[in-house]
Structures are given as structure tokens and as C-alpha cells.
């Protein structure tokens, strides 16, 4: 029987969500993770650039395991005359994607300002019919209308924003039939898995099979979140989304294990190893290959220079990049199979 604590795992997964980490913007969801890892008793590195390496224990053979913590968002580009913000994307967050979505803007000085996101021209009542059938673009008819009474670019900027502030859009979580649905699945759910896998592994005093590391990265967005490994690591298991769609296998109630990305094969051993570890403990499997825009923190490692094997594992999860929806027992597999390949 699963040991899984779906409790906990959401409730961290809602806490996470709470606190906005755009890529670079780390320094808060880092300082929350080492609380909630020191709480569980385990020691901890935290890498210069921003990340968190928990020792949970085992000896030899290193594994790191790795979840990520930075969000896709957007940055101010330019400040328009009429003191809205022309944007640019952090991480692969289209504009099709968060058309009319609430946003967070942090200034570089500490304010955090709320606005939209909005077509420009905005109401369709007063839009001529050939700008309303144009595609939404970052650079020509997209913008960000701040929750405060600003006229010019005078105005926005008397406020303190600046060209190169974050902005973070709304998660939104919602719950429903056992489907979760909100922003920023990917990846806060599989790190709060992680962390779940990691209370079972203290509370029940368990016996790894080799020294694992859970490596919670800041900068997998952007592709460099896992390009620094600690000495001694042999093999990386990403635990990241699958993505489904009409010619995928992967479904949002079963756990994924990665075959192939956009960039090339994962380790076939290792693959084979987490399939007969899935057949073993009676997790719900299937396994997919994903192009061609995907990859995980294995890859980044791989390409790195690292002499490493590397796997990939995640729930299924429906639009992705977007506003995501996966289901409590597609978590529930990734916990299964994660806790049984590290303790068997």
C-alpha cells in the first residue's frame, strides 16, 4: 500500500505556489525550502548561484534527484507612454498563454505593484475587426495595465518601475475530482513530491540503497539549473512533467518515464531500471517520448560535461507552460516509484 501523504503534499505544493520565483528571482522559495528541509532533519547545501542540495542519507553510487523551483514569467522590456509595460517572456511563457492573466510586478527596490495582462488595443467593442484577428505578440499588441492610476511613462516610473523588473503571473489553484489544475505544475508539484518522498524517508527511518541527494534547482526554466553537480554523483533523475497531447502515452493519472526529449535519448539502462522498479511496486506506468520543445535539468547536467547517467520522470500533465492540470494519482505514482528505486 502507498505510503503517500497526499496531504502533505499539497499542502506544500499550495505553499510553494505562494511565493513567486520567477527564474532568477530564487532568494525567497530557497530560504523556504532549507526551513521546511531543516524541519525534516537533513543537512544541506546551498549552491552560490541559488539551489539546495539535502543529503538524505545512503552510501556510494550517488544519485541526485531533482525537482525545480523557478517559474516561467515575464520582465519589463519598456515602459509605453501611456504607462503600461511592454513585456518580454522568462522561460518559454507565449503570449497565447497568459493573455488576461493577473500579474505580480516587482521592482528592483522591493515594491510589488498587481496588474493584467491585456491586448492593445483592449475591448473588442472599440477594436477595429482587423486587430482583433491578429495573433498576440509581446512586441506589438501586448501589454501589462497596472492596478494603479497611471497616465504616461512619467507616471510608471515614479512608482519605481524599471526596465529588467520580474513580473509573475497569478497560479491560480483550483482542485477538482482529484484533477489539479494551476499554474506552475511544473514544476512545484514534483518538488512538492520530493519533499514528500523525503518526510516518508525520516519518518520511517528507511534504508536507502545508495547515497541520494535531493536537488532542488532555481534555474531549469532557462536551461542551466543543474550544470553544477557535487562530487561523487553518477546518475540525475529529473523529476519533471509529461506532457500530454494526441500523439503522447502520458496521462495525467499515471507516472511518466522519459524515453527521449527534444535534445536526445535518456540512459536506456537507467530507463530499464526505473520500468522493472514501476512493474515491481505496482506503480501506474507508461513511457513517452517528448518533441520538440522539451527537456529537463538531466540534460543540462549531461551537457554540462558531466560523466553521469541520466532519467526523467513526472506526472502527466495537460497544457503545459500554460494553465496546467494534473491529478492527485499521477503524483501519487511519482511518489511510488521515486521512494521504491531509492529504497529497494
Known sequence: MSSFDEKYCLDQFQKLLAIDSTTGQYREIQNYVCEEIARLGFPMEVTHKGGVIADLGGEGNDLAITAHLDDIGLMVRRINADGTLNVCRVGGLYPFYCLMENVRVYTRDGQVYTGSVCRTPGSVHVTEEELRVDGPDYRKNICIVLDMPVKT???????????????????????????????????KACAAVLLAV??????QGLRLNRRVLAYFAMYEEIGHGTTYLPAGVKDILAIDIAPTGPDQTSD??????FAKDSRF???????????????????????????????????ASVTAGYDIRHAGIGPGTLNSHGYERTHIDGLRNVYDLTLAYITE
Open 198 to 203: 523525503m518526510k516518508t524517508v525520516k519518518e
Open 265 to 299: 535519448p535518456y540512459h536506456y539502462e537507467f530507463a530499464n531500471e526505473l520500468r522493472a522498479t514501476a512493474k515491481r511496486c505496482g506503480a501506474d506506468y507508461v513511457m513517452d517520448v517528448f518533441t520538440p520543445h522539451y527537456g529537463t535539468d538531466g540534460d
Open 153 to 187: 511613462a512619467a507616471d510608471t516610473r515614479a512608482l519605481g518601475i524599471e526596465t529588467g523588473d520580474m513580473i509573475a503571473l497569478e497560479p491560480r489553484f483550483t482542485m477538482s475530482g482529484g484533477y489539479i489544475k494551476s499554474r506552475f505544475v511544473d514544476d
Open 252 to 257: 495525467e493519472r499515471k507516472v511518466t518515464i
